[in-house]
């Protein structure tokens, strides 16, 4: 299996555009994470889905972030409008059942 | 509250020396418990897990780590330290909580090995 893949890995826009990031959880797993990394916040939990469903999405820091996973292939974040304090490295991780994580490499965004 | 402490936001080492990296935990029932590592600009790797059984376990690269449960802890280690073990290290339980199965990270700590 290839991993989680993630993509874009960079993305640079500007305040206000729309964001989408995209992740390919690893075949077979149930659980899907997003996290958020910056230096002074270290790593947040966004949301996390099981088996497609949404289970905890308190993370999301406000209405501009939503997240989907339409199905057990695929899943992405948004976030609109895009503001300079979202700029930051979201990763995608996924695992099955109560295994260990596996993330991806990450899609570093910058917001001007 | 379920949490995860890493005392040491720096762990220096010189090379060939042994290395601990420190983790505590607070959580009820039994902990599932993890250890990342992050290179630059890479995503986390797991390193490896305690879930039940030998309370020192072995995983990826030569470390191991050590689960005691009247200390919380979960400590890694290992005998012989590289300069290439250099990195961000983040211990990690895995908890059931109202909404399902989460993991709780520690805030990491940063590994320099010294040549």
Not at chain 1, 39 to 55: A, H, K, Q
Not at chain 2, 29 to 47: A, C
Request: aromatic content about 14%; glycine content about 8%.
């Amino acid at each position: 299996d290839a991993g989680v893949i993630q993509s874009p890995r960079h993305e640079v826009t500007e305040m206000g555009q729309e964001v989408t990031l995209r992740c390919k959880p690893i075949s077979g797993h149930d659980y899907l994470f997003w996290y958020r990394q910056t230096m002074m916040r270290g790593l947040e939990l966004l949301i996390y889905f099981n088996n497609n469903v949404p289970i905890d999405d308190s993370g999301m820091p406000e209405d501009r972030f939503s997240a989907k996973m339409p199905n057990a292939s695929f899943s992405n974040l948004k976030i609109q409008p895009s503001e300079p304090r979202d700029s930051a490295v979201y990763f995608c991780a996924s695992s099955f059942l109560a295994g260990e994580l596996f993330f991806g490499e990450g899609s570093r965004l910058t917001v001007l | 509250a379920q949490s995860v402490a890493q005392p040491e936001d720096q762990v220096n080492v010189a090379e060939g020396n042994p290395l601990t990296v420190k983790c505590t935990y607070s959580v009820s029932g039994n902990p599932y418990l993890f250890w990342y590592v992050q290179y630059p600009n890479r995503g986390l790797q797991f390193l490896l897990k305690y879930i039940t059984g030998d309370n020192l376990v072995k995983g990826s690269y030569g470390f191991e780590a050590e689960f005691n449960k009247s200390q919380t802890s979960f400590h890694l280690k290992k005998p012989s330290a590289l300069v290439s073990d250099s990195a961000l290290y983040f211990c990690a339980v895995r908890v059931r909580d109202n909404y399902g199965q989460n993991f709780v990270f520690g805030p990491g700590t940063r590994l320099s090995v010294l040549p």
